[in-house]
């Protein structure tokens, strides 16, 4: 089982989405709202609220 590359949480097999940069680098993401937050906003999840990364 995956986990998401912004908010920690778990994917269900079949859901999410991956992402693959141009130098191989992949990303998986459960919703769109991980991908822009990480891809278009550039935040980072540690100082994010809701993620799981930041609860620890």
Known sequence: MAKCTFCGKDIE???????IKDDAKMFNFCTLKCKKNHL?????????????RFKK
Not at 13 to 19: K, R
Not at 41 to 52: A, E, F, S, Y
Request: glycine residues 10%; proline residues 5%; charged residues 15%.
């Open 13 to 19: 097999q079949g859901t999410g989405t991956l992402y």
């Open 40 to 52: 278009n906003l550039k935040r980072n999840p540690v100082h994010t609220r809701w993620t799981l």
